[in-house]
């Protein structure tokens, strides 16, 4: 049963600044633990973390 103590993961890039963009997607890209264009972070797949990227898709990239 080592499958289900797994777990996925997906990492993901700021490529587009959040300036003139709305206060709600800045402090979803914040709450993603992003900072500044062109910083990563590796985060747990679920269906919280993946609404989130959805909301701000125009922003980020998933590698």
Known sequence: MSDSTEKKTLTV???????????????????????????????????AVRGMINKVAYLVLVL
């Open 13 to 47: 890039k700021l490529v587009k600044s959040v300036a003139g963009t709305r206060q709600s997607h800045r402090d979803t890209v914040r709450g993603l633990g992003l900072r500044k264009v062109n910083s990563t972070r590796t985060l747990e797949d679920t269906p």
